[in-house]
């Protein structure tokens, strides 16, 4: 794919957002920045990315769907001809949801270990939490691991972190959950999480995990690895002026590096006061 990223404000949420997922284990897709022209004609910077179609193949899962808003099914992807597998797999992504409905407690921590891989669902939550990612709910995709029959995720579009609050679930989370440490609860087994003690507290020793594993070093290089990249790419004067193609400004590259480091900075601050909350 040819990411389009006159969404994403300077160009490096998604990158930069890619670059510390695959750091946690949860984005196995190649992605890169490049150019595009057309007869010669610079057609401005995007992100060339893997389908995710294309990990399903390699890793020869026999299903994956695309979450979309209240837990549907918005694609679902498997062998041509293979109806009976995909019904069956469809069937064991909505039992999370009717699990939900019908357990609790320890009972329902062991029934969701069964469907899907918890800890990676957490870190996935975990690190919306931290980049204060304002629309996900939707933007995660589901497969099957042949070797564990349970689903894994892949995350998908962060092009909207650092919002103060998110686009969806504000009220939820204002109403009930004031104190929890998810950032949307537009997500019902979100909601799920932040009610049940037992998955709430894996939750935060996943969340703990993760902050550890990107400590200030690690999304320090991230950024670095993202401003030298975006220097690169945008040295020669036509290919940033081509960004006017994408429904922007042309980029420039002294405002995205602004941002970038000022973000960082906020980020590495939201870090230390989460780690410390969790004290």
């Given at each position: 794919?040819?990411?389009?990223?006159?969404?994403?404000k300077?160009?490096?949420?998604?990158?930069?957002?890619?670059?510390?997922?695959?750091?946690?284990?949860?984005?196995?897709?190649?992605n890169?920045?490049c150019?595009?022209?057309?007869?010669?004609n610079?057609?401005?910077?995007?992100?060339?990315?893997?389908?995710?179609q294309?990990?399903?193949?390699?890793?020869?899962?026999?299903?994956?769907?695309?979450r979309?808003p209240?837990h549907?099914?918005?694609?679902e992807?498997?062998?041509?001809?293979?109806?009976a597998?995909?019904?069956?797999?469809?069937?064991?992504?909505?039992?999370?949801y009717?699990?939900?409905?019908?357990?609790n407690?320890?009972?329902?921590?062991?029934?969701?270990?069964k469907?899907?891989?918890?800890?990676?669902y957490?870190r996935?939550?975990?690190?919306?939490?931290?980049?204060?990612n304002?629309?996900?709910?939707?933007?995660?995709?589901?497969?099957?691991?042949?070797?564990?029959?349970k689903f894994e995720?892949?995350?998908?579009?962060?092009?909207?972190?650092?919002?103060?609050?998110?686009?969806?679930?504000?009220?939820?989370?204002?109403?009930?959950?004031?104190?929890?440490?998810i950032f949307?609860?537009?997500?019902?087994?979100?909601?799920a999480?932040?009610?049940n003690?037992?998955l709430y507290g894996?939750?935060e020793?996943?969340?703990?995990?993760?902050?550890?594993?990107l400590?200030?070093?690690?999304?320090?290089?991230s950024?670095?690895?993202v401003?030298s990249?975006?220097?690169e790419?945008?040295?020669?004067?036509?290919?940033?002026?081509?960004?006017?193609?994408?429904?922007?400004?042309?980029?420039?590259?002294?405002?995205?590096?602004?941002?970038?480091?000022?973000s960082?900075?906020?980020m590495?601050?939201?870090?230390k006061?989460i780690?410390m909350d969790?004290?």
């Amino acid at each position: 794919n040819l990411l389009n990223l006159s969404m994403d404000k300077h160009l490096w949420h998604n990158r930069w957002s890619n670059i510390n997922l695959l750091t946690v284990g949860l984005f196995p897709l190649f992605n890169t920045y490049c150019t595009v022209s057309i007869n010669d004609n610079p057609q401005g910077i995007y992100l060339m990315i893997e389908k995710p179609q294309q990990t399903r193949n390699k890793i020869h899962s026999p299903y994956m769907l695309r979450r979309g808003p209240d837990h549907s099914i918005s694609d679902e992807y498997f062998e041509n001809g293979d109806k009976a597998s995909a019904k069956k797999y469809k069937k064991q992504f909505q039992s999370i949801y009717s699990s939900i409905r019908s357990l609790n407690g320890e009972a329902l921590a062991m029934q969701l270990d069964k469907i899907i891989n918890l800890d990676a669902y957490f870190r996935f939550i975990a690190f919306n939490f931290l980049v204060m990612n304002g629309d996900y709910a939707d933007e995660v995709f589901f497969y099957i691991d042949p070797k564990t029959d349970k689903f894994e995720i892949i995350p998908w579009d962060f092009d909207d972190i650092l919002r103060y609050m998110p686009h969806e679930g504000k009220a939820n989370r204002n109403k009930e959950f004031t104190e929890k440490k998810i950032f949307s609860l537009e997500e019902s087994l979100d909601r799920a999480i932040a009610g049940n003690d037992i998955l709430y507290g894996r939750y935060e020793q996943e969340l703990k995990n993760l902050l550890l594993t990107l400590d200030s070093v690690s999304l320090t290089t991230s950024a670095n690895q993202v401003i030298s990249e975006l220097e690169e790419i945008s040295s020669d004067p036509s290919t940033a002026a081509a960004s006017l193609f994408l429904d922007k400004d042309p980029f420039n590259i002294g405002d995205a590096k602004s941002d970038i480091l000022y973000s960082l900075d906020l980020m590495l601050k939201r870090r230390k006061w989460i780690l410390m909350d969790l004290k």
